[in-house]
C-alpha cells in the first residue's frame, strides 16, 4: 500500500487503496460520450488508470480500440476485449504513438507532484502528431463541498467522508460506498489544482489546452505544446 493510501471492504485491494470488486460495480456514467464526441471515431485510445475497464468496455463498443494500461494486475484481470499492459503510468514507456492519450479518474490530482510530472510526461510522450490527450479534473468545490453524499439510482451511496490537511498542499480524502450487501472505503491524498496550476503542470509537460469540454471544467482535451 502507498504511504497515504488505504483501502477496506470485500476482496482485493490495489496500492492506492481501490477495491477491485467495488469497481465492478461502479456505473459509468457520461464519460463515454464526452469522450466520443471529442476524438475521431475509431481512434486508437490509451487509457491511462483503466481498472477494471468502467470506461474502456463503453468505449470498445463505440468502436474504438483500446490500450488499457493500469499499475493492478487483479484490475485487469477484468478487462475483456482491450490489450492490457500492467505497469505504472509514470514509468510508462511503449515506443508507441495513439489517436488519443486518456488520464481519468482524477489522477492528474494526485498528491505526489513527481508522480504528476510523471504521468503527464507519460502522456506526452505516447500522443501522435495531430493527436489529443484528454484529462478529467476534480470539480471546483471537490474539497469544499464536505461531507457529500449521492445516492445513486440502482441503489448504493457514495460519500465524501472527510478531506483533511495532510501538508504541502495536500489534503486527505476519504470515500465512503455503501451497499445493501457490502461496504468499502477508499483514503488517498489529493492535491487540488487552480486553473492556473493545472495549466502551468500541462505546460512543464510540453501540453496546452485546446478545449474546455464540459461547462464545469472537469474534462480537458490538451495537445502538444506549439
Known amino acids: 500500500m502507498r504511504e497515504g493510501y488505504e483501502g477496506t471492504g470485500p476482496g482485493a485491494i490495489t496500492p492506492d487503496g481501490c477495491a477491485v470488486e467495488l469497481y465492478t460495480r461502479l456505473p459509468v456514467g457520461d464519460e463515454p460520450d464526452i469522450i ?19 470506461m474502456t468496455h463503453p468505449l470498445l463498443e463505440r468502436g474504438f480500440t483500446v490500450t488499457a494500461v493500469d499499475e493492478s494486475a487483479a484490475m485487469l484481470a477484468r478487462v475483456r476485449g482491450a490489450r492490457t499492459i500492467c505497469a505504472a503510468i509514470e514509468d510508462l514507456d511503449l515506443g508507441e504513438k495513439f489517436d488519443v492519450v486518456m488520464l481519468a479518474s482524477f489522477l ?8 504528476r510530472a510523471g504521468m503527464l510526461r507519460t502522456c506526452a510522450r505516447h500522443v501522435a502528431e495531430g493527436g489529443c490527450v484528454l484529462i478529467q479534473r476534480e470539480g471546483a468545490d471537490y474539497h469544499t463541498n464536505v461531507p457529500r453524499e449521492r445516492v445513486d439510482p440502482s441503489g448504493f451511496t ?40 493545472f495549466e502551468s503542470a500541462l505546460t512543464e509537460a510540453g501540453l496546452e489546452v485546446d478545449a474546455y469540454l464540459t461547462p464545469d471544467g472537469m474534462w480537458v482535451r490538451a495537445v502538444a505544446a506549439a
Open 36 to 54: 466520443a464526441e471529442a476524438v475521431p471515431a475509431g481512434a486508437h485510445i490509451l487509457e491511462l488508470g483503466s481498472g477494471v475497464g468502467r
Open 158 to 197: 457514495v460519500r465524501i467522508a472527510s478531506v483533511e490537511p495532510a501538508g504541502n498542499g495536500v489534503n486527505s480524502v476519504r470515500a465512503e460506498y455503501d451497499f445493501p450487501d457490502a461496504a468499502w472505503t477508499q483514503t488517498f491524498l489529493a492535491r487540488p489544482l487552480t486553473k492556473e496550476e
Open 108 to 115: 492528474v490530482h494526485t498528491g505526489d507532484e513527481e508522480v
